[in-house]
C-alpha cells in the first residue's frame, strides 16, 4: 500500500524518517517477539529531492507490504493518536489508494534491515567519490642490491612502466562496494578503450606514500597481482542500469605485449600521482575505507631490467642443460618471485656443481632451498639459502610413495603467472601406473585466480576471453616449463571441479619413436558411442583418470555382464553391480597389506567403488556368489577397451570400510525448517553437540572418540596414542587412575581439534547427529534372484531400506523404524524423503542384503528408484544420510523433483570431436562453474524470503543446481543471465567469513535456524605459539621424569630389562629428528593458505591434520588440507619404518626385531622429550609414542582395542566435508 508523506522536515533524511516510523509499526502491536515465525514488517521510505541545502521538499512516499497492514497503521496514528514526528516536526499521512503489487510482495517477503545498515554504507560511499590524477604506473619488484647492507631498505624496480603525465587521463580512485582501489588508464576524449588495474583490499600487503624528486608516489606491495581489465569508455546504453552494468569489463593477463613479458616476474605498482597534496588526501579516505593508512617511506626506483627477454631466454637454455627435477626447482625459483635473475645467474655454478655432484638428492636439495628462501631473513643471501638446504641432505628422509601414490610436480596457470610447487604426493591412476618408469613425466596443471581461487566473476565482469585465451591457449599449445614441453592429457571427473588437469611430455620407449599425450589417450578404449559429445567424450577419458588404488586382477571367465533392474530413467541398479565373499576377500587383503596394520582391524568392507576396465560404479558382496566372481550391469559400462590381454585389473576408488557418521549442513537445515522441523529442534542438537565437544577432554575415551569421529589426528595415529595412554593407566583429573595425564602438547591438540570442530558447526553448520550415519548406496538384489527363478525371497518395499552398521571391534547394528533420507546436496524441498528401515532381515528367508555392513540398501521396486528421488542420485558411489534422530523427522510432506535430463550437447558441425573440442569444454566450464554461486543464491533467498525453500525463485533455483551438476557430463551450462537474483543487496549474517559478529554494513541478522545457530557458537582465539607455551611451562632437568615416561618405564623394562637411555645415544636421534623437521617446516610452509613468507602452519594443525587459517573458499582449504594429510602421513611413514618396520602380518612377531624397536622409539621419544621446545620435537615424540605404544600391545602387555570399545562413528577424508 502507497501512503503520501506531508510536513516532513527538510533536514531529515530518509533513515530518520524510516526510525520514527518504524516505533509504531515494529510495535508489540504490529509484531509479536514471541513468535519464532514472526517477522518485522518491512516498508519502504521515500522522500521527494529538496533544492539547495535541503535533504527534501517536505513531501515523501511510504511504502507498506499489503492493505491490511497499511489501514492498520493509518487506524494506529489517525484513531488511536499515535503521532509520529521527525525532528520535532510531525508528520502527516494520506492515502493515496494505490498498490504496487510487486514492490508489496517483495516487502512481504523479504526481511526489514535497520536503516543504520544502510545510513553507514552510503554515508561510507558518499566520503569516497572522489578521483585523482596519476601521471605514470610503474609495474615491478622490490629488490635489496647485492652491496646493501641488510638493513638498508630496499629499491624498487620498475619493469613496465606506463606514462599519462602529457594526457593527463589516467584515475586512481576507491570503489568501497567491490572493496577495492581502480586504477584507470586511457583518454575518453582520444581514445576507445580503457586498461583499469583493479587491487583488492585483501591483496594490499602494505602500501607506502612519498615523494620522489617532486614525484608524489604509492608503492603498492601485493600478496598476488593486481587485476587487469578492460573496457569501452563509450558502449552502448540502454537506460537499464542492471543491463547495463553487466559484463562492460574484460579480465585480460596483460596491458599489452611488452607488459606480458614481465607479468609472471613482476606485480607491485609504483604509482605517481599528478598532484602532491592528494597523497594526504587518499590516506584518509583509506581510513575511511577501513583500510590500513598507508606509512611514509623513501623508496627509490630505477630501472634494472632483470626480465627482459633477453635475460628469460638465456635461462631457459641454461635449464635445459640440467635434469627435469633440478630445472623444475631452479625455474620455481624465478617464477614463485623468490630471485631474480642476477641473483639467479649468481648462484649458476654452485647449482651446476651440486647437479654434477649430488645427481640423486640435488633436486630436493633444491626443493628446500625454496622452502628456505620463502622465509629467509634480511641478513640472508640467497647463496646462503641454498647452502642452509644443502646441509640439510645429510637428514633426508626416505619419500618413496606407496603402490596407489606418486611424487607429482604441480603447476598452478594464473591468469599472469605460472607458479611451480611439489613434487607433492597424490593418488596415483591406471594411466600413470602403466608407465612406472615415467612417472615424473606427467604433472599436474591447476587454472586458478591471482589469489589460488578459483575464478569467480563480479557482475561487471565478463571472464571468458581472458580464459580462451589464457587457459585455452595453454590447452591447446601446451606449457614450457624449465626447457621443456608438456601437452594437455586429460582430467579426471573430480579434478575437473577444482579446475586441475594432467600434462604429460613425451616417453621415451623402446617399442615405437615416442609415446606422446594422443597416443596414451588412443589406448584407453573406443569411444565411438560419445564421440560426437564433446563433454561426455572427455567424461569417458576422465574415467581412466580417477585417483584409483590397484588391487587384484581377475580372468575372463571370471566376470560377467548381468542385466539391470528397473527402467530408464530410474533403474534401481544405477551403477551397481555385486562380488563374491571371496573376491572380497582378495580385495580386501590387497588393500591391507599397502596400509599400515591399524587399517586392517576395520571391518572389511561390504561394498567398494571400482574402476574397471570401461565399467564404474560400486560392487557390493552377495553370499549367493561362489568362488572368484563378479558381476556387472550395463548402467556401468561406459565405453569398451580392447582386450587383449588375459586379466583385467579391479581398480578400487573408494572402500566403505566404516559407518560415517551423519551431519547437519545448511542445505539440510534450511528445507527440514522448511518441512516443519522446529527451529528448537535444531538448536538443541547443536548445544548438545557443543556440549559434547567442551567435554571431549573430560575423559581419554571421550576424546579418543571426538578425534575418530570427525577424521582428526590420523596421519598420526593420534586416538590410538590416547587409548593407548588410556591402556598404561593414565587418566584426566576427571577420571580415576594410576597415572594422571599432564602434557601440554595433547592439550594443545584437541583444544584446536575442538576448534576445528566448532569452525564448521558455526561456518558450516555441520552438526553431528548421533545415532545417524553417512552411508554408500546399494541395491536390494532380491528382484535378480526371483529372476534368476529362486524362492522364498525377502524384498524391500517401496520406501523401506536396510542399515546394519558394525566400526571397529562392535557386535552388528540393525536401524529401525522411521528415519529420515537425503542425499548431499539437498537443494529442493523433496530431496528430503521419509522412509522406514526394517531392522534385521527375517531368518527364515533368502535375503541377499542380510550380511552387508556400513551400506544402505535401497528397494529394487515400485515405479522410481529411491535414489533418484534424492536430488537425483544414483548407486554409483553417491553416499546417503540417514537419520533416526525424531525431531528431524519433517512432519510435512513435499514430492521429490524429477529431474529430467536436459540431454547432451552434440557438435554442430559434422565428424568426431577432437581434443581442441575438450579443450573448449574445460575452458566453457571454468567459465561456467556456478553451482557454488547457485547453492550460495538458493540459500540466501530461502533465508530472505517469507516462503523460505519453497519460495519459487528456490525452486527455479534447485533444478538450475541439478542442471549444474550434471554440466560437466551433459555439456549444458547454466546461464545466470536468467537465474533469479538476490531479494535484496545484503546477506544473512551466516554468511561472514570472521569469526565474530560485528555490526557491518553488508550484512543483516538472519531470523531464521540458520542465523540462531551461527549466533550461538564463539569461537576462541587461535592460541600462542606452542614454543612461547613451552618455555613457560616448568619441567624437570632430569630425563623421562613426566607422567607418560613413568607409565611407560615398567612396560618398556620388562624388555629392555637394564636398559638405559645414554645422553650419546639419545644425541643420536638427532639426525632422524632434523630430517623429520625439515620436512614438517616444508609442510607448514607449502600449505599454508597465504602467500606471506612469515605465514605458516602451527606444528599442532599438520597433527590434527586441519588449517585454521580463514579462507573465503572452503574447496581450497580442503583441497590443500587432503594434500598436507597426504604429505604428512607419507613422512610419518617414514619416521616410523626408521624406528620399527612391521613384520609381515602373515608372519609370526619376531620379538627380537620387536625389542630392538622398542630401544629405538624409546631413545626418539626421550629426544623429544628433551627438547620440548624446539620446533617439531613434540609431534616427532608422539610418532614415538605410537611405535612404543604398537609394540607393547604386540608384546602382549596392553589391549588397546578393549580401550576403543565405545567408539562407536567416524567420518570419511575430505570428500565428505563438502556440502
Known amino acids: 500500500m502507497e501512503i503520501e508523506l506531508k510536513f516532513v522536515d527538510r533536514s531529515a533524511s530518509v533513515w530518520d524518517v524510516k526510525r520514527a516510523i518504524g516505533g509504531i509499526l515494529h510495535s508489540n502491536e504490529f509484531f509479536n517477539p514471541d513468535d519464532p515465525k514472526a517477522r518485522r514488517i518491512n516498508f519502504r521510505v521515500e522522500l521527494n529531492p529538496g533544492i539547495t541545502n535541503t535533504r527534501n521538499d517536505g513531501t515523501g512516499k511510504l511504502f507498506l507490504p499489503s492493505l491490511s497492514v497499511g489501514n492498520k497503521f493509518m487506524k494506529a496514528v489517525y484513531r488511536y493518536g499515535k503521532t509520529i514526528s521527525v525532528n520535532g516536526q510531525k508528520l502527516t499521512f494520506v492515502k493515496t489508494g494505490k498498490m504496487n503489487g510487486r514492490l508489496g510482495k517483495e516487502l512481504d517477503i523479504t526481511p526489514y534491515l535497520p536503516p543504520e545498515l544502510e545510513e553507514e554504507r552510503e554515508d561510507i560511499l558518499s566520503h569516497l567519490a572522489p578521483a585523482f590524477h596519476i601521471d605514470k604506473v610503474q609495474i615491478g619488484v622490490f629488490y635489496r642490491d647485492a652491496k646493501d647492507p641488510a638493513n638498508a631498505s630496499r629499491r624498487f624496480s620498475n619493469e613496465y612502466e606506463l606514462s599519462h603525465k602529457e594526457r593527463g587521463a589516467g584515475l586512481i580512485w576507491i570503489e568501497y562496494a567491490h572493496k577495492l582501489i581502480r586504477i584507470q588508464l586511457g583518454d575518453p576524449m582520444l581514445e576507445h578503450t580503457a586498461y583499469n588495474i583493479a587491487v583488492r583490499f585483501a591483496n594490499i600487503r602494505r602500501f607506502a606514500i612519498g615523494v620522489d624528486w617532486g614525484s608524489p608516489f604509492i608503492c603498492f606491495e601485493l600478496w598476488t597481482p593486481p587485476i587487469f581489465q578492460r573496457e569501452d569508455f563509450h558502449r552502448t546504453l540502454t537506460g537499464d542500469d542492471y543491463k547495463d552494468n553487466q559484463r562492460f569489463r574484460q579480465r585480460i593477463h596483460s596491458l599489452n605485449a611488452a607488459h606480458a613479458v614481465v607479468a609472471p616476474y613482476a606485480h607491485h605498482l609504483r604509482i605517481i600521482l599528478h598532484h602532491e597534496n592528494d597523497l594526504r588526501k587518499f590516506a584518509d579516505l583509506c581510513q575511511i575505507a577501513k583500510l590500513q593508512r598507508p606509512f611514509k617511506a623513501n623508496i627509490e626506483a630505477e630501472s634494472r631490467g632483470f626480465f627482459t627477454s633477453k635475460e628469460l631466454y638465456r635461462l631457459q637454455n641454461w635449464l635445459k642443460t640440467l635434469d627435469w627435477p633440478v630445472a623444475f626447482q631452479v625455474e620455481a625459483c624465478l617464477r614463485n618471485g623468490l630471485l631474480t635473475t642476477p641473483e639467479l645467474w649468481g648462484l649458476r655454478e654452485e647449482i651446476e656443481r651440486l647437479h654434477a655432484e649430488e645427481s640423486v638428492d640435488a633436486a630436493d636439495i633444491l626443493r628446500h632451498f625454496v622452502e628456505v628462501l620463502r622465509k629467509r631473513q634480511k641478513t640472508q643471501t640467497p647463496f646462503d639459502c641454498l647452502q642452509n638446504a644443502r646441509e640439510r641432505k645429510k637428514t633426508f628422509l626416505d619419500k618413496r610413495p606407496g603402490a596407489g601414490t606418486l611424487l607429482c610436480h604441480h603447476v598452478t596457470v594464473t591468469p599472469s603467472r605460472l607458479l611451480l610447487e611439489g613434487p607433492y604426493v597424490v593418488q596415483s591412476n591406471r594411466v600413470i601406473r602403466k608407465y612406472p618408469d615415467h612417472q615424473t613425466n606427467f604433472i599436474r596443471v591447476d587454472f586458478r585466480d591471482e589469489d589460488h581461487l578459483q575464478y569467480r566473476w563480479e557482475r561487471d565482469v565478463d571472464g571468458k576471453s581472458l580464459l580462451d585465451d589464457r587457459v585455452g591457449g595453454i590447452l591447446k599449445r601446451g606449457l614450457d616449463i624449465a626447457g621443456r614441453h608438456f601437452e594437455f592429457l586429460a582430467y579426471s571427473n573430480s579434478a575437473l571441479r577444482t579446475h586441475a588437469v594432467w600434462f604429460v611430455r613425451e616417453l621415451e620407449s623402446t617399442t615405437r619413436p615416442y609415446i606422446n599425450a594422443e597416443v596414451i589417450r588412443n589406448g584407453l578404449g573406443d569411444f565411438s558411442g560419445v564421440i560426437r559429445y564433446p563433454s561426455k567424450y572427455a567424461a569417458r577419458i576422465a574415467q581412466a583418470f580417477t585417483a584409483t588404488d590397484p588391487s587384484v586382477f581377475i580372468k575372463r571367465n571370471q566376470w560377467e555382464e548381468v ?23 582378495m580385495i580386501w587383503d590387497a588393500l591391507c597389506k599397502e596400509r599400515d596394520e591399524h587399517y586392517r582391524k576395520h571391518t572389511q568392507p561390504s561394498a567398494y567403488q571400482i574402476r574397471f576396465l570401461g565399467y564404474k560404479g560400486v560392487v557390493s558382496v552377495d553370499h549367493e556368489l561362489k568362488g572368484i566372481k563378479m558381476r556387472l550391469r550395463p548402467s556401468m559400462n561406459k565405453f569398451s577397451v580392447p582386450q587383449d590381454e588375459e586379466e583385467a585389473e579391479i581398480e578400487i576408488a573408494k572402500a566403505f570400510e566404516r559407518a560415517g557418521e551423519a551431519h547437519l549442513n545448511r542445505q539440510l537445515i534450511m528445507i527440514l525448517e522448511d518441512r516443519g522441523v522446529e527451529k528448537a529442534a535444531l538448536v538443541k542438537l547443536q548445544d548438545d553437540a557443543i556440549k559434547d565437544i567442551h567435554t571431549a577432554s573430560d575423559t581419554l575415551e571421550q576424546a579418543s572418540q571426538l578425534l575418530r569421529a570427525h577424521a582428526l589426528g590420523r596421519c598420526y595415529n593420534l586416538h590410538y596414542i590416547i587409548q593407548g595412554l588410556r591402556a598404561i593407566g593414565m587418566h584426566t583429573q576427571y577420571e580415576t587412575g594410576k597415572y594422571l595425564l599432564s602434557d601440554v602438547f595433547l592439550d594443545r591438540l584437541i583444544t584446536i581439534a575442538k576448534n576445528t570442530i566448532l569452525r564448521d ?34 524384498k524391500l518395499n517401496v520406501a523401506e531400506i536396510f542399515v546394519c552398521v558394525q566400526n571397529q571391534d562392535e557386535k552388528p547394528k540393525y536401524i529401525k523404524g522411521p528415519v529420515t533420507l537425503s542425499r548431499s546436496p539437498t537443494v529442493h524441498p523433496g530431496d528430503v524423503q521419509r522412509v522406514r528401515a526394517i531392522g534385521e532381515p527375517p531368518r527364515d528367508m533368502l535375503c541377499s542384503f542380510r550380511h552387508l555392513k556400513n551400506v544402505v540398501v535401497l528397494p529394487s521396486v515400485g515405479d522410481r528408484s529411491l535414489a533418484s528421488c534424492l536430488g537425483g542420485g544414483d548407486l554409483d558411489g553417491d553416499e546417503y544420510q540417514i537419520i533416526q534422530e525424531t525431531s528431524l523427522l519433517p512432519p510435512e510432506h513435499v514430492e521429490p523433483a524429477s529431474y529430467e535430463s536436459a540431454g547432451t550437447r552434440e557438435l554442430t558441425r559434422p565428424g568426431n570431436s577432437t581434443i581442441d573440442d575438450i579443450c573448449d569444454f574445460v575452458v566453457e566450464y571454468i567459465n561456467s562453474d556456478v553451482l557454488g554461486l547457485l547453492s550460495d543464491n538458493h540459500l540466501i533467498i530461502a533465508d530472505q524470503s517469507r516462503h523460505g525453500t519453497l519460495d519459487s525463485k528456490c525452486i527455479e533455483l534447485a533444478q538450475l543446481c541439478s542442471q549444474a551438476v550434471d554440466y560437466p557430463k551433459n555439456g549444458i551450462p547454466v546461464d545466470m543471465n536468467s537465474a533469479p537474483r538476490r531479494l535484496m543487496p545484503f546477506k544473512p549474517d551466516w554468511k561472514q567469513a570472521d569469526q565474530k559478529i560485528i555490526q557491518n554494513t553488508d550484512y543483516y541478522e538472519s531470523t531464521r535456524a540458520l542465523g ?207 556440502e
Open 761 to 794: 558447526i558455526k561456518h558450516k553448520a555441520r552438526i553431528p547427529i548421533k545415532e545417524s550415519y553417512h552411508l554408500v548406496g546399494v541395491a536390494d538384489e532380491g528382484p535378480a534372484y526371483e529372476r534368476e527363478g529362486k524362492l522364498n525371497v525377502y
Open 1012 to 1218: 540462531e545457530l551461527f549466533r550461538n557458537v564463539t569461537l576462541a582465539e587461535k592460541p600462542k605459539p606452542l614454543a612461547e607455551v613451552m618455555k613457560a611451562v616448568k619441567t624437570s632437568k632430569v630425563a623421562l621424569t613426566d607422567t607418560i615416561s613413568e607409565a611407560l618405564k615398567p612396560l618398556i623394562m620388562k624388555h629392555l630389562r637394564d636398559w638405559v637411555n645414554k645422553d650419546s645415544d639419545v644425541a643420536e636421534i638427532g639426525g632422524l629428528f632434523r630430517g623429520y623437521v625439515n620436512e614438517l617446516a616444508y609442510t607448514c610452509l607449502t600449505h599454508s593458505i597465504s602467500e606471506s613468507p612469515d605465514s605458516r602452519l602451527e606444528e599442532e594443525e599438520v597433527v590434527i591434520g586441519t588449517i585454521l587459517a580463514d579462507c573465503t573458499q572452503a574447496r581450497y582449504r580442503n583441497d590443500l588440507t587432503y594434500r598436507m594429510r597426504l604429505h604428512s602421513d607419507m613422512v610419518v611413514r617414514s619416521i616410523k619404518t626408521k624406528l620399527y618396520k612391521p613384520h609381515d602380518p602373515n608372519e609370526r612377531f619376531d620379538e627380537g626385531a620387536g625389542r630392538y624397536g622398542l630401544a629405538l622409539a624409546w631413545l626418539a621419544w626421550d629426544f623429544g622429550m628433551r627438547n620440548r621446545e624446539r620446533f617439531g620435537a613434540n609431534s616427532f615424540a608422539f610418532i614415538a609414542l605410537d611405535t612404543i605404544l604398537d609394540l607393547l600391545e604386540r608384546f602382549g602387555d596392553i589391549d588397546v582395542r578393549r580401550s576403543q570399545e565405545k567408539v562407536e562413528v567416524v567420518v570419511d577424508d575430505l570428500e565428505t566435508w563438502s
Open 563 to 585: 542385466l539391470d533392474l528397473g527402467v530408464e530413467p530410474y533403474q534401481f541398479t544405477d551403477g551397481i553391480g555385486t562380488i563374491s565373499p571371496k573376491l572380497g576377500d
